[in-house]
């Protein structure tokens, strides 16, 4: 090798090796940096839980789960949706009458709702009789919250409420909200109604980690859906807190146990005024309570009715 060829090699090899060393370093920097700051935009929160008597450590460790980050569209999904709800009932849309949801209406799954009702007489007589929720009922809101438990939410509880619960502030989310065209008035409602809003999602975030240390489960993990409604019947955390019952008698609630989550739930309607002789309307009002939709009421007292008849044809032989 020439001199002049190896001198040049020698000072581009030198300068290469500089330049690995910057990138290095810079890496190692940069990775923790960004991190650190994945870690600080849940800090708020960690904090606020903190400060109400969750252990430090234990929270510090679940933010730092993987996975774990702040997605502003969570809670800008549902702010969409309850301002869609404000402009309706302030007359700027056309509001669609009540109807049952046609699609639970389907004749598949009523033979598999009519099919469980059978196979699961002894549950659902207890659960009559402690609560005096007749079965057609029960089944009917077992079917339309998760048909039967075949679909308890491809969310996780915990994620979910904390980016509701983060996302309160409006100022995190509003480039996710259509709040074009709207008039002050109505821009300030959606700010005071997203604090609102994150306010009961910190609340349900607080009830979920008490249900889940109750329930030796994991709240990182655990299944939920897009709003953090958990188990076979779908309950929020304060719910399960509340109306959540021991259907099994194994000494624990879990609403991922058929028995527990029959029970929880219709013990739920009954403390919401379910009872005999109610009228069709008086029906209607109580499952308004388990889930806001007339649409949804509607739909379970027309599966329930449908499968009142059926059995009234094929009897219980």
Known sequence: ???????????????????????????????????????????????????????????????????????????????????????????????????????YLNPVLLAGAYAYLREHADLLQRIEGEYGVSDDIVVAVFLVETKLGKTIGDDRAFSVLANMALGGDFSRIDQYVDTAGLDDDTRQWLVQRTLRKGNWAFEELKALLTYCRQADADPVTLPASVYGAIGLCQFMPTSALHYGRDGDGDGKIDLFVEADALFSMANYLKEHGWKAGLSFDEQAEVIYAYNHSMHYALTILEVADRLRKTDSIFGRS
């Open 1 to 103: 090798m020439s001199p002049w060829i190896e001198y040049d090699f020698n000072t581009r090899m030198n300068r290469l090796g500089a330049v690995l060393v910057t990138a290095l370093f810079v890496l190692c920097c940069v990775v923790p940096l960004s991190v650190q700051a994945e870690e600080d935009q849940w800090k708020p929160l960690r904090e606020r839980l903190i400060l109400d008597g969750f252990d430090r450590q234990e929270v510090n460790a679940m933010f730092a789960r993987a996975g774990m980050r702040f997605d502003p569209s969570v809670m800008a999904r549902k702010m969409n949706v309850l301002l869609s709800t404000h402009l309706t009932k302030s007359g700027s849309v056309e509001v669609a009458q009540p109807k049952p949801l046609t699609r």
